[in-house]
Nanobody, 124 residues
Framework: QVQLVESGGGLVQAGGSLRLSCLASGHTFTMYTVGWFRQSPGKDREFVARITGGGFSTDYTDSVKGRFTISGDNAKNTVYLQMNSLKPEDTAVYFC?????????????????WGQGTQVTVSS
């Protein structure tokens, strides 16, 4: 069983930056793909980015490409989401999740383990 805990959310002005962290316990991250998703009120949970175990491959949704960077520190069992040039439309609760699958990794249903989420609010 994997337990995930997110941190690093907060309130920031448009154009600012935040770094989210996802700390895992129970199993090493190298065994899983870790994804970041976000959800704002009234909307479905949306894929943001993912990184394969060991960090060999990353993927991003189009709206964050060039602004967000996902990375991992296997020694700390932590995955990060560096968010730059934030926009008001990035406002959401951000979740990290872990999957042992190898396909469908932009879909939330492919992820079995989830954190509790951290709020990101970007003011205009």
């Amino acid at each position: 069983q994997v337990q995930l805990v997110e941190s690093g959310g907060g309130l920031v002005q448009a154009g600012g930056s935040l770094r989210l962290s996802c700390l895992a316990s129970g199993h090493t991250f190298t065994m899983y793909t870790v994804g970041w998703f976000r959800q704002s009120p009234g909307k479905d949970r949306e894929f943001v980015a993912r990184i394969t175990g060991g960090g060999f491959s990353t993927d991003y949704t189009d709206s964050v490409k060039g602004r967000f960077t996902i990375s991992g520190d296997n020694a700390k069992n932590t995955v990060y989401l560096q968010m730059n040039s934030l926009k008001p439309e990035d406002t959401a609760v951000y979740f990290c999740a872990a999957s042992s699958l190898v396909t469908g990794l932009t879909q939330s249903q492919s992820y079995r383990h989830w954190g509790q989420g951290t709020q990101v609010t970007v003011s205009s």
